[in-house]
């Protein structure tokens, strides 16, 4: 997965229609989420769209895996994805994801249907690190 610095990087030279390319291609760059793990409890309350999100943790690492059944949404949580992936727990717990993704002013670049379900999924990311940071 792409940092969100890089992403960033390429975001700002692109026009609108290409960010949505750009969002779509971060969503299919996701690793593939077992149906199994798509779930209530991994089901992302308030959003337009079905988006699931997992977190697991690897040496001390949380790597989370998500999708939605939207292109647009998962590109989304790809986006708050890249800016936790592979991070301590306790830093992802800490973290301001929505001021990391304030240079890409979702708000203004995306209809407010799509980005409605941005702060729920951002609070579920921070739920989950902060569970596994306690231990």
């Not at 949580?77 to 727990?89: E, G, N, P, R, T």
């Not at 304030?102 to 951002?122: E, H, K, Y």
């Amino acid at each position: 997965m792409r940092s969100l610095a890089d992403i960033l990087e390429e975001y700002e030279f692109l026009d609108a229609d290409e960010r949505y390319r750009l969002l779509i291609e971060l969503g299919r760059e996701l690793d593939e989420m077992p149906q199994p793990l798509k779930t209530d409890a991994t089901l992302v309350r308030g959003c337009s769209a079905s988006v699931w999100v997992y977190p697991t943790e690897q040496d001390g690492k949380l790597h989370f895996l998500a999708d939605s059944n939207a292109a647009i949404t998962k590109g989304i949580v790809a986006l708050i994805i890249s800016a936790v992936q592979d991070k301590q727990a306790a830093e992802v717990a800490a973290m301001d994801i929505t001021a990391a993704l304030a240079p890409f002013d979702l708000r203004n670049q995306l209809s407010s249907n799509r980005t409605q379900g941005v702060p729920n999924m951002i609070a579920l990311v921070r739920q989950h690190a902060a569970r596994i940071a306690a231990g």
